[in-house]
């Protein structure tokens, strides 16, 4: 048995499959390097890519990988504004979920998804395709299902990811995924766990979930609820989401999976899968 890394990205057009794949093996390599002291050559990784299902051709200017300058990738220090802000958000998630019910809101996020996330709205209202992003990852899973998997989901990949694994538990309990890494999700967002809820009452972590951590950035416009120890139940075995706030430095946004990738936090996660 060894340990595998399995990814799968986010919104919106990306670059080539093998070229994205590499540029996230790149920014994994380098956090290593830089928070770690490892060096490493290549990793044993694969990447899952359905940015072609949604677009005819891949992004001709893509956001290139870049390395960070030296002593710019930064541990974040979390301080009691922080306390402060997830509990805030738990108390504010609860009230939001309820709200939605009352005024119909889940209409609105429709529209919304529909205008601002168009991929993720096809997710959603396209069963076809949907079925088809789920089969990519599903594949590459049970390919690896004899061995020690960390997988790791960006953006509207981790909702394809958590659906993936709550079918998986319902199909095959005996597959097993060692570490779920969340970095830079939407799963928090009321409107996602609606959805989530439509296909099964139970919102909590998937039953063949060994351990989950979810990295977010304050700053990210889509991990918007940073916090989703809040949202999420234990699953059966009493496995329940870790979050962890870090500094995504790459860009304005600070959603890019690159930065997520090389953060000191991530890393820590990564030495014990390489």
Avoid: C
């Avoid at 329940?240 to 959603?255: A, C, E, Q, S, T």
């Amino acid at each position: 048995m060894s340990n595998v890394i399995i990814s799968i990205h986010g919104l919106a057009n990306k670059p080539p499959e093998e070229t994205l794949a590499e540029w996230w093996e790149q920014a994994m390599l380098e956090g290593l390097q830089k928070n770690a002291g490892i060096t490493l050559d290549s990793l044993n990784f694969h990447s899952v890519y359905w940015a072609d299902t949604m677009y005819a051709t891949p992004d001709q200017d893509p956001d290139a990988y870049h390395k960070a300058e030296d002593g710019t990738l930064k541990r974040y220090d979390d301080g009691w504004l922080d306390i402060v802000r997830a509990k805030a958000s738990s108390i504010n998630g609860k009230i939001w979920d309820s709200a939605k019910e009352l005024f119909g809101i889940d209409k609105i996020a429709d529209k919304v998804l529909e205008k601002k996330l168009q991929d993720l709205h096809k997710y959603y209202t396209d069963s076809e395709l949907r079925e088809e992003l789920r089969k990519r990852l599903k594949t590459v899973i049970l390919d690896n299902r004899g061995d020690r998997i960390m997988l790791v989901a960006h953006s509207m990949g981790t909702i394809i990811a958590y659906d993936v694994l709550r079918q998986l538990g319902k199909e095959d309990p005996n597959i097993k995924i060692d570490h779920f890494v969340t970095i830079g999700s939407p799963l928090g967002l009321p409107h996602v766990k609606y959805k989530i809820s439509e296909e099964s009452p139970l919102v909590r972590t998937p039953s063949i979930v060994k351990k989950w951590t979810n990295l977010a950035d304050r700053r990210d416009p889509v991990a918007i609820d940073t916090h989703l120890a809040d949202d999420y139940d234990s699953n059966e075995d009493g496995v329940k989401v870790r979050d962890d706030l870090v500094i995504n430095g790459w860009g304005k946004i600070h959603h890019k999976s690159y930065g997520y990738l090389r953060t000191p936090e991530f890393t820590d996660l990564l030495k014990k899968s390489v």
